[in-house]
């Protein structure tokens, strides 16, 4: 098993109970992935989520959860009396029961008498008719739909302005309709669909890590911590993978191995046989999204003494500011800055000290006297990880039909898992439901091999 994110761990958990022997070989010094629970430098025993967050009520996902003793809240959030906002240069703050100013061009008729629902159905269909979680696309429609942009598409089907903002907003993880898959966006809200057909979305107890920690926990000594993949040789009897560990050089040996790297890092490893051309164009032209965030610890939470919450939508280049403690008790707090777009490449392009200056001058534009509460201030930027280069994948014009079954196309007796893969990426369940899909493959092939005479 190569990667100890979610897809990796899962995967080598279930072939575990299988009966299988199982290795986990991980780069970086904890399992987990992008599943990232940070708590130092936080005062007071706080953490924020750098990565995933919110749970899903997937009933395979839940399952998991509850195998592992893993314990699951509804988040209930208080209501405070006052609301921030800051556009144009301008911090605004009004009365929590006050409507807004509606900004952007509004839904038409047609459209505003319909619910959310009935506008997902309207131009996407429903989840019943297409299943989102099938990975088969094919067919001239599909195929037709996917070489559309998300904005033809939406066009195609006579969304209005109002409609085709919401949209991008809402399912479009590149930020613009000009770039994404118009089947892509449908899938996206497709998914949305069933989601919110499930449990209500939950968060875990103690921090999502909890997770990773739990599965490592029962693979044990099986997790190799530290180990860098490097190569990966393929023989008759399956695959030796080499790989650093402490400036030395190991190997292993192994009938499967189950590649749960994120795609991106699929090309620097050396293969023999390489990877079909075709097969390493797709894992090459993989699109992911740049997220930046920014954290401040504060001594206190000074903006609920005002009756604020501390969430903000701003038009500033750090993007929406939020409470990320609110749900946990202390009297110390977090604010983080989550830029969007363009400005997520640019801050990650920045020195730490440089980055921090900047968004801490805009916060404190946002919630004055943010500098004399200021403990201290730390970021993360995706794309910077070496072991993982970037938060989650998006589909641009024809990829999900064309690129996305090369990704999950076995090579030899390498097993591609991970949720840039999956129905749902970026999405712990499509993290989980590309190490099931792999695992399948894994005991078909075991199935199928000659048994001795």
Request: with cysteine; hydrophobic share 40%.
């Amino acid at each position: 098993m190569l990667g100890a994110g979610l897809a990796g761990l899962a995967a080598a958990f279930e072939l575990m109970k299988s009966g299988f022997d199982v290795h986990v070989l991980e780069a970086s010094a904890q399992p987990g992935g992008r599943i990232r629970t940070i708590r130092d430098p936080f005062p007071e025993g706080l953490y924020v989520e750098a990565g995933a967050t919110h749970v899903v009520g997937d009933p395979g996902l839940l399952a998991l959860f509850s195998e592992l003793n893993v314990g699951l809240f509804e988040p209930a959030r208080r209501r405070w009396p006052k609301r921030v906002l800051f556009k144009r240069g301008q911090r605004s703050v009004v009365n929590a029961d006050e409507a807004l100013p509606e900004e952007g061009p509004p839904l038409r008729e047609d459209e505003a008498s319909l619910d959310f629902n009935g506008l997902l159905e309207k131009y996407f269909g429903k989840a019943k008719d297409h299943d989102p979680r099938n990975l088969d696309w094919s067919g001239p429609e599909f195929s037709r739909l996917d070489g559309l942009t998300a904005e033809q598409f939406l066009l195609e089907r006579g969304a209005s302005e109002g409609f085709r903002q919401l949209a991008e907003q809402s399912f479009c993880p590149s930020g613009n309709l000009k770039t994404m898959s118009g089947l892509a966006l449908m899938r996206e809200a497709l998914n949305f669909q069933l989601e919110i057909g499930w449990d209500s979305v939950k968060r875990v107890v103690g921090g999502t890590d909890m997770l990773p920690r739990a599965l490592a926990q029962r693979l044990g000594e099986r997790v190799i911590l530290g180990a860098i993949a490097r190569r990966i040789d393929q023989g008759e009897h399956g695959a030796t993978v080499t790989f650093t560990r402490k400036g030395e050089l190991h190997q292993l040996s192994a009938r499967h191995i189950v590649c749960a790297l994120p795609g991106t890092l699929v090309p620097q490893l050396e293969m023999d046989p390489v990877l079909p051309a075709a097969q390493l164009q797709a894992f090459s032209r993989i699109n992911m999204v740049s997220v930046v965030q920014v954290y401040a610890a504060t001594k206190t939470r000074y903006w609920n003494a005002r009756g604020e919450s501390g969430n903000v939508e701003t038009d500033l280049p750090v993007g929406l500011i939020r409470d990320e403690a609110a749900l946990q008790e202390a009297t110390a707090g977090i604010l983080g800055a989550h830029p969007s777009g363009a400005e997520n490449k640019r801050f990650s392009s920045l020195a730490d000290e440089a980055r921090h200056r900047e968004v801490i001058d805009e916060m404190e534009r946002v919630h004055p006297g943010l500098k004399d509460q200021l403990l201290s201030v730390h970021s993360v930027c995706w794309d910077n990880e070496p072991t993982i280069r970037g938060a989650f994948a998006w589909l641009g014009v024809g990829q999900l039909t064309q690129q996305q079954p090369l990704l999950r196309r076995p090579h030899g007796a390498i097993v591609f898992a991970g949720d840039y893969n999956s129905h749902r990426p970026g999405f712990m369940h499509g993290a989980l439901a590309s190490a099931r899909r792999a695992v399948a493959e894994v005991v078909t092939h075991e199935a199928m091999r000659p048994t001795a005479d």
